[in-house]
């Protein structure tokens, strides 16, 4: 019998765990093919929960599913480990476990932020796009309300206090919101130092407006909930320095601020950057209409590390849904490649928006219908809470919400703070 055909995913996030979930169900008890998931983690991220986790709303490990009870007894094969080198003509990957040959490789590996080389703001700027990026965020977050509460000049702990989120589009917002309810319903009910005036919550928007892409009525009253909520709202505001003191805005504004979390930009993950074909600005693959990566059949690439070909801006969102989307697609055109047979299209279909604008207000936009308010939220949860991986993860963070409504957060420091400026250094262990 010929050596089995090895399909290799690498990515276990929305679009690589949906293709390879596919895939496995396509070659249910086939001996002739070799599934192998790779991935750095060894769970399944579910990134819209994120600013949850920085507002200490939910508990981290409950959007996380781990791959081997995704897997269980299923017959694809997991490898954690991370890709540091494609090569495409030898069809093998480097991996830090050690080379790994492929006959059909889809690429999933998802993207990073992009902080458009701004100076000092990769280095000065939190990004919670990853679960140790969140956590380590809220730590930091939490330690600055600690230090906070018992500063004795006034304009140190407002400075302290400055809290800047960059980029207002929905992950932006959802960010700004949740901060605003980790201040008001919990940090100035229990933090005697700190009272409500000392906190500043600033969202800054290079553009004219935010949420740019949504309904304009809804972004009207989104924008107008934030504003009445205390949440300076400053468009056409782009960010040109970034300091451990603060940001510089317009290159002549300077905002003194304990933290800036940037959410402006993404792109594509930094391993596509040395591959020897065609990329768009932000560092996505070029894939043509059935997703193959030009000039190499037998690669497809997905998600937010891929683009189709002639397609414009607003058809090619950087969201959850596209990579879901195309990895269905890549688990039907791979097993047509392998046979010869013609292969699907990817077409772009909107499914909506929703954007939660923290406790019980959101406003959504699904299938033609605009909803905002109370109800808007209860969608937004459920269609959430749907989407988790997995029933515990489903109750877990059910109850986390529940429990919000009747008990304070949690809002224990778990790791030291890194990159805390004003904790005093660690003791170093006394030398034997
Ligand atoms: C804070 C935040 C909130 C968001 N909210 C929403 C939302 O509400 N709705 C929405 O639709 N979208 C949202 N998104 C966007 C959404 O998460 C992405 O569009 C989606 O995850 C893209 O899927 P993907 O499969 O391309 O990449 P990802 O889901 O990012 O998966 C990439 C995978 O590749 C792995 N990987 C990366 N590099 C390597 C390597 N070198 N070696 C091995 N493995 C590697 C990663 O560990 C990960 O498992 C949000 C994103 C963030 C960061």
């Known amino acids: 019998m010929p050596p089995p055909t090895r399909i290799v995913v690498l990515g276990a996030g929305f679009g690589g765990l949906e293709a390879m979930l596919a895939l496995e169900r396509r070659f249910r008890g086939d001996p002739r093919v070799e599934l192998t998931l790779v991935s750095e983690n060894n769970y399944f991220l579910f990134t819209p929960l994120l600013p949850q986790i920085v507002s200490s709303y939910i508990e981290p490990r409950h959007i996380v599913q781990s791959l081997r009870d995704i897997r269980r007894q299923r017959r694809f094969r997991f490898l954690r480990a991370r890709a540091t080198g494609l090569d495409f003509a030898q069809r093998q990957l480097q991996l830090t476990t050690g080379p790994l040959a492929y006959d059909y490789l889809v690429l999933a590996v998802g993207s990073v932020a992009d902080f458009f080389g701004i100076p000092g703001a990769a280095a000065n700027c939190f990004s919670p796009k990853s679960l140790e990026e969140a956590v380590e965020l809220r730590d930091h977050l939490l330690d600055l309300f600690e230090h906070a509460d018992h500063e004795p000049d006034a304009t140190r702990r407002r400075q302290l206090l400055t809290l800047v989120v960059v980029g207002g589009g929905y992950t932006g917002?959802?960010?700004?919101?949740?901060?605003?309810?980790?201040?008001?319903?919990?940090?100035?009910?229990?933090?005697?130092?700190?009272?409500?005036?000392?906190?500043?919550?600033?969202?800054?928007?290079?553009?004219?407006?935010?949420?740019?892409?949504?309904?304009?009525?809804?972004?009207?009253?989104?924008?107008?909930?934030?504003?009445?909520?205390?949440?300076?709202?400053?468009?056409?505001?782009?960010?040109?320095l970034v300091t451990p003191e603060g940001v510089e805005v317009n290159e002549k504004d300077d905002l003194h601020a304990g933290l800036v979390i940037w959410s402006a930009g993404v792109r594509a993950n930094p391993?596509?950057?040395?591959?020897?074909?065609?990329k768009d600005k932000s560092g996505r693959v070029v894939v043509n209409a059935h997703l193959q990566v030009k000039g190499y059949p037998r690669v497809f690439a997905i998600g937010d590390a891929a683009v189709v070909e002639k397609t414009p801006p607003e058809q090619s969102p950087r969201i959850a849904p596209v990579a879901l989307a195309q990895g269905r697609l890549v688990a039907e055109n791979l097993p047509r490649a392998m046979l010869g047979q013609m292969l699907l299209p990817y077409e772009f279909e909107p499914r909506g928006m929703l954007v939660s604008l923290g406790m019980n207000d959101a406003v959504i936009q699904v299938m033609g219908i605009k909803l905002a308010g109370y109800f808007a939220w209860?969608?937004?949860?459920?269609?959430?809470?749907?989407?988790?991986?997995?029933?515990?993860?489903?109750?877990?963070?059910?109850?986390?919400?529940?429990?919000?409504?009747f008990f304070p957060r949690d809002t224990s420091i778990i790791r030291r703070p890194q990159r805390c400026r004003l904790c005093a250094p660690a003791a170093s262990p006394p030398a034997v």
């Open 271 to 278: 391993l596509l950057d040395s591959l020897p074909v065609e």
């Open 378 to 405: 209860l969608f937004w949860n459920s269609v959430h809470l749907l989407r988790l991986v997995g029933l515990k993860k489903q109750v877990q963070v059910a109850l986390d919400w529940s429990l919000a409504t």
């Open 173 to 240: 917002v959802e960010l700004v919101a949740e901060l605003r309810d980790l201040v008001y319903r919990y940090v100035i009910t229990r933090y005697r130092g700190i009272q409500r005036d000392d906190v500043r919550l600033i969202l800054l928007e290079a553009a004219e407006d935010i949420l740019r892409g949504v309904d304009p009525e809804l972004a009207r009253r989104a924008r107008r909930k934030l504003q009445r909520e205390g949440i300076e709202l400053r468009t056409q505001a782009r960010v040109t």
